[in-house]
């Protein structure tokens, strides 16, 4: 039989080939219309693309064709989506309209359907970002049960997620960290459809961050760049995607890497992906504010602010910056009285900064004993780092020297640990000044060294002057000094094997072996190049290897190869 139009349609479909499927379903429906669930597809295909309008174009006609056909609960479905897209893209009062439209379809329906789970989201969402998790909480648990009962993968998946996020929002990460990994096991197996499965990447990875899960951060990252890269014309998410990479390359001080892709996010964000634009303005705000460009970083805060959702705690530190502090404190302050745990968590450390600053030293004293009471030893090294941290800056403050000598070279380790350039020389600072408050100037004068040429590196200028400013007490004002303190990285320990390799380690070495260069390394998991060649030269040294090739030959010949 000849291959028609509309087989070349779903064939590209199912290969992921959006813009290919949509051609084809689009001369398929110009030569003899389409069926119902093709419409469907094709209004899929087109959100996909970043068409928006074509594609609430097609939802629409897919709902009137299943009305025409008598599927109701089909139309009822294709409704309770049109009201989630149209929310999407700021069109409340026709989201609204779908909304009561498709309740009326599911009233008539004699039997329960799918829909009615559907219809639950909405609401859900609602109560999710207007401040009342529990309830949140519980619609989408009805919602789960709906999809149970109809085995609606995509249903069930929606419900998983917003159970995983209400629990972490909640205050609650761990059990909403495992719900979270249980629905991306059905993503990931592809068990669920193309536009759920992309929502539920990117909202997954967003959980991970406002829990401090950097690891899972990276995990689910490398997976949605995957699945991003097996769709290259894909629009929608592909903007998310970027910023969640931007967010770890700013972690890892891949400053440059960061900011190409907030770009791009930025760039994708105008073309479909209207959900990537508050990530990608926020971390370019992030990145001019380290750097100390305050007044091109409050320009990128004002236009993340333009998608609804506040710039902090990011807009609050940039005036601090400036200066500002008593502004940026009543900001703060206000934020905090009206957030939810998982999010005052997220402010805390900033909070903490804002009222040393403003020497309300009681404030901020409350702040780190919030940040650090329900961190055990065993937690996620991110939060860990940035409650040691904290305790370490409060307890100079309140002049304990010693104790607060302990807490930031904890918070280092945590930090090194992390691969966190920035963080780490922060700690260094502390550790500097709680040596000079000790009388040992030249231990200082080591500390602010190192912080210096870390800050240097990556060009964070306000953080260089500070440490300008407090190295000229200990005569220490730039260049080398004789000796210096040795990291986790100094390694030259001979006749090691494998079993010393850090994870981390084993990981650049199977890429090292792939017959990558250290730039592509370094952009496949999100780190520096200088990061990147810091682990080949530990693992050359603790394999007492000449080179990458005999690091090559090392990983085939004891199958650590991929």
Known sequence: MPVTALDLGRS?????????????LARADAEGGLPPQDIEVAASVAMLLGKDSEGVAYLTRAHDEYLTVGDMAAAARCAAWLVLFLMDLGEPSRSSGWMSRAKHLVEELDEPTEAEGYLLIPSALGALYGGNPEASNELFGRALAVGERFHDKDLMALGQLGLGTA??????????????????????????????????????????????????????????QRWCGDRPDMVMFSGQCQSHRAELFILHGAWDDAMAAVHIAQDRSRRGDPEAAWG????????????????????????????????????????????????????LRRAMSGSD???????????????????????????????????????????????A?????????????????VASRKAWRLWYSLEAPYGAATCRVLTGRACSDLGDPDSAAMEFEAAMAEF????????????????????????????????????????????????????????????????????????SEKTVARHVSNILSKLSLPSRVAATRYAFEHHLAH
């Open 12 to 24: 590209a479909f199912s290969e992921h080939r959006w813009g290919d499927a949509l051609d084809c």
């Open 167 to 224: 629990s972490i929002t909640l205050g609650f990460p761990d059990k909403g960290l495992e719900i979270l990994d249980e629905v991306m096991v059905s993503v990931t197996a592809g068990e669920v459809s193309p536009i759920p499965s992309g929502i539920i990447y990117c909202a997954v990875i967003g959980s991970c961050r406002l829990a401090f899960d950097v690891q899972r951060a990276h995990e689910w990252t490398a997976a949605l």
């Open 280 to 331: 990608a303005w926020y971390l370019q705000g992030e990145i001019l504010r380290l750097k100390g460009r305050f007044h091109e970083a409050s320009e990128a805060y004002a236009k993340a602010a333009e998608t609804g959702f506040e710039a902090l705690p990011g807009l609050a530190l940039v005036l601090a910056g400036q200066q500002k502090v008593s502004q940026a404190q009543a900001m």
């Open 341 to 387: 745990p998982a999010n005052r968590r997220r402010l805390l450390p900033a909070v903490v900064d804002v009222e040393l600053a403003a020497g309300d030293l009681k404030a901020a004293r409350a702040a780190v004993d919030e940040l650090a009471a329900p961190v055990p030893e065993t937690g996620r090294p991110l939060e860990r780092a940035l409650a």
């Open 389 to 405: 941290q904290a305790e370490a800056q409060v307890l100079l403050a309140e002049g304990n020297a010693a104790a607060a000598l």
């Open 456 to 527: 240097a590196e990556l060009e964070a200028a306000p953080a260089v002057t500070e440490v300008l400013a407090l190295s000229a007490g200990t005569g220490m004002v730039g260049g080398a000094r004789n000796g210096s303190t040795r990291t986790a990285g100094d390694l030259t320990a001979r006749d090691l094997t494998a079993r010393d390799l850090t994870a981390r380690e084993l990981e650049v070495l199977r890429l090292v072996a792939d017959g990558k260069a250290n730039k592509s390394i370094a952009r496949e998991l999100f780190l």
